[in-house]
């Protein structure tokens, strides 16, 4: 599904953020991405939305090589990931609704997809009731579950979410991350990146972690620190 062979990144100051990192993720796995500030975490996320390009090395997304796919298929590339982020990125004058038939419409999906798809993926993240809310009627936990709504409106393969309850109380972060886990057990493959000790240490999931530019652990099962 994911794999990074021989990869490392040197930013253009000479700071090697990645160095020499060797990935295998598969269909259906659930993986947390752990590191400290400046481990390379950010690096890692943004090579695999190809906002930026490894300085040598390849990586494969459901078998393509990102290194040859053109400037334009790079939103069609984004679209078959799902992305979410620690500060949800909605757009902030739609509604929920309008913000998830959104991400649906730019690929041009037909009117009746979209009636069909909005709805479903809503009542997925329990947020059927909120169809006209706008996002600052939200509280943020529902304003991640719109993100994620919108994420998975159009069956992505990959879910990536990069600190997706960094800004959210850890009620709030369990909840999402139950839903995580329920989006992974119905076959989506989940990469999530995150600071949370606890989170990764309670889910027990493959964790892999970055330290310097370098992968120092991967275990199939385990916490932050083992
Ligand atoms: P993390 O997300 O784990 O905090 P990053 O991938 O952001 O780590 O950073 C890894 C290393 O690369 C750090 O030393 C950071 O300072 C450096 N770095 C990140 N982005 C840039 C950049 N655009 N230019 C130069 N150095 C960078
Ligand atoms: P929090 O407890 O995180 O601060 P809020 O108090 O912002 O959350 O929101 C609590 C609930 O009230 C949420 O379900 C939200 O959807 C709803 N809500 C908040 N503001 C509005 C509003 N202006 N219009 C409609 N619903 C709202």
Redesign the pocket.
Known sequence: MIHLENVSKVYENGTKALDNINIKIEKGEFVFVVGSSGSGKSTFVKLLLKEIEPTEGKIFLKNKNLGVVKRKGIPKLRREMGIVFQDFRLLKNMTVYENIAFALKVTEASKRKIRRQVPMVMSMVGLAD?A???P???????QQRVALARALVNNPVILLADEPTGNL?PK?SWEIMKLLDEINKRGTTVLLVTHDKEIVNAMQKRVITLSNGKVIGDIQKGGYDN
């Open positions: 909120k006209k809310n706008y600052n009627q939200l509280s943020g936990g529902e109380d709030t």
